[in-house]
């Protein structure tokens, strides 16, 4: 019996030797792919800004967690989980910190690319917010809060080669954990005694901590006295005893300059600020927030104001978290 043997016809325009080329061509390229993948496969990473309680008398000034070792080329979104407002910043090395309201100078896009060359920060931001930043090199950096001085943490940035210590649900953990120590311990701070000053207020308390990773600082952002009863005549006085955590101490509406006392403020022999408050018309305000006492990071920040009431009244009183 003939079989009939079926002639394959090249592909017009490919013989054999073609064909060999053509293959080698896409082999190149898939071998490159596959030697290059492992380093171009971008994890994403999360983590968390700051904590506080229900209430949002205790904030946690924190990175949760402060310390993440990721490859290069991986990616970390940073969510906001507070009211106080934070930054989340890179700065170049060497580089001044510089005041929050100005940024880099400037704010970055989201996402930032992060190397160590160029600084990255976002503006301040607040619960619900998020932010990006790609890390393309290796390196070990700081990561910074502009806001805070004692709020920081490192971001390890390994080669693709090396393996990572942990995986994100172990970071998962860690903040959570990390965060309710710290609300815990924010619930247990005790104002001091406001010194020579029986009619005395603390106007928030803080207290700075850290790990291996980085610095935090707990903060209780209330009065320690919610009301206080005094006869007309008498004078209180509030003590700011957060290191870093000043606040306004206002009589009236919030004011839209946080930052300068109201004009009728006077400066005591001591340097306390001074206001008499004459009727619930008035609208004192004496600003904590100043960049004088911002910068003052490594000398603990104390300020006193008194007010002085002539007349019988209630007043409402407002504290602002700085
Ligand atoms: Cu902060």
């Known amino acids: 019996m003939k079989t009939k043997t079926k002639e394959i016809t090249p592909t017009p325009g ?35 800004v700051g904590a506080q309680t229900d209430d949002k008398g205790i904030q946690a000034l924190a990175f949760l967690p402060n310390e993440i070792w990721i490859h290069a080329g991986d990616r970390i979104t940073w969510t ?35 190397d160590g060359s160029t600084c990255v920060t976002t503006p301040e931001m607040g619960k619900g917010q998020t932010f990006t930043v790609i890390f ?13 001085a004692n709020m920081d943490g490192r971001i390890h940035v390994l080669p693709a080669s090396e393996p990572l210590p942990h995986t994100q649900a172990f970071y998962d953990e ?39 990773g ?31 955590h000043p606040h306004t101490i206002t009589f009236g509406p919030e004011p839209v300059d946080l930052m300068n006392p109201s004009p009728d403020v006077t400066v005591d022999q001591d340097g306390a600020r001074h206001a008499i408050i004459a009727s619930t018309a008035d609208r004192v305000h004496h600003s904590g927030v100043s960049r004088t006492a911002r910068a003052a990071t490594v000398a603990p920040w104390r300020d006193t104001f008194s007010r002085h009431f002539p007349e019988p009244r209630n007043l409402p009183l407002h504290l602002r978290p700085a």
Do not use: Y
């Open 14 to 48: 490919i013989n054999k030797t073609g064909r060999t080329r053509l293959a080698a061509i896409f082999r190149w390229p898939l071998l490159l792919t596959l030697l290059i993948l492992p380093q171009m496969v971008q994890a994403q990473w999360t983590a968390t």
């Open 174 to 212: 860690q903040a959570a954990s990390r965060s309710d120590e710290l609300l815990s311990d924010g619930q247990k701070m005790k104002p001091q005694e406001v010194p020579n000053s029986p009619l005395g207020v603390t106007a928030g308390i803080a207290e700075i901590t850290g790990t291996a």
């Open 136 to 148: 393309p090199t290796a390196g070990n950096f700081k990561l910074v809060c502009l806001i805070h």
């Open 214 to 244: 980085g610095t935090e600082t707990i903060a209780a952002v209330r009065f320690s006295h919610e009301n206080i009863r005094i006869h007309a005549g008498q004078t209180v006085e509030w003590d700011a005893q957060g290191p870093l």
């Open 80 to 114: 906001w989980q507070a009211d106080e407002t934070h930054t989340v910043t890179f700065l170049r090395a060497g580089q001044v910190r510089p005041d929050f309201h100005v940024g880099c100078p400037g704010f970055s896009s989201d996402p930032a690319i992060f």
